[in-house]
């Protein structure tokens, strides 16, 4: 897609999401949710969303203006001249890789990475909200995280989705485990999610999870430093670069954190908040939302816990990639407010809203 010049290429997908994101805002407030005409917006925007995402995305220009891009092109290109696969961590990876290298170009690649990163939030939406996915999957498009692990850790970003639709298949834990060890065939930190998700089957109570995410702030503040050191010495997820994510220098110029990220927490409370308002004040009962719900608290409290470390966003994602769909999931299964709809246009609103602050104010 070289017609949209480089430096627009991200402005252009914001400024896009703002655009759909108030377009859905007016209908939540003239339209009921189940009106006819509501559906056939939300289905016809939101499919259109799904092909124009995953080709925009697939389809951008090879260029260093996407971070590691550039290492994903040159590992692929070696396979393309018969380049053997080296020892690394996450050989299925490579295997994907070098299968494709066989008999596809680097646009088809990236567009195929592209469709196993979107796809999945659009199979999770429509399997567990039916004809209102639309909510769901912008929810996801406009996260503060979406375009980061789309564009940049593009394996990282695959293995989550991964993730994700292997919870489609929650009724049926074999087809749900094969997705999990896909996921970790791509990404050995998803082990993290889907430990946290098993451990819901054995304890889900929302109240008990709430409270350790909480400890982990004081602990973060006061113990850091060897939170740091322990996980680092462990080699999380048995790959010596994410122990050096903890203890490196971050790079000029790279979205890494450094010190205590209070901005960053005060996000990752955005879904702990909805939860705790509609559990408690709501009354809201529903034990796979309590699985979500635990999965996020459990992922993010170990983020909390090396938030000093830089690159430490690499950990927030592996709770972050949740974030939307724990925040949309009880607006979509019961009504709550008395004008429910437009309410739920502006919690989409509030929610992208941190995506642009953050991108035209605080950085800019």
Known sequence: MDIVPIASYYPLYINLCLFLVLFTLLHTRVLQIDENRNITFINFSGYALLIFIILYIGQR?????????????????????????????????????????????PYTF???????????????????????????????????????YGVNGVRNGAATSIFLWGLCYHRNKVVMALFFLWATLFHKTLYLPIFAFIVTYFYNNPKVFFKGWLACIPLSLVLGGVFISLFSSLGFGGDARLSGYLTSQAAAGTFASTGFRWDFLFYSAFPIFAGWYFIYKKGFKDPFYYQLLNTYLICNGFWVLVIRANYSNRFAYLSWFMMGLVIIYPFLKQKFFKNHHFMLGKVMLAYFGFTYFMYYLYWG
């Open 110 to 148: 990236f567009t195929v990475c592209a469709f196993i990163y979107i796809f999945p939030l659009y199979k999770i939406s429509k399997s567990l909200f039916k004809e209102y996915w639309y909510y769901a999957f912008v929810m996801f498009i406009v996260s503060f995280s979406f375009w980061t």
């Open 61 to 105: 220009p090879i260029s260093e203006a996407f971070g590691d891009m550039m290492n994903y092109i040159v590992t692929f290109e070696g396979y393309q001249n018969g380049a053997e696969i080296a020892k690394v961590n996450d050989y299925g990876w490579h295997v994907f890789m070098k299968t494709l290298a066989g008999f596809v170009s």
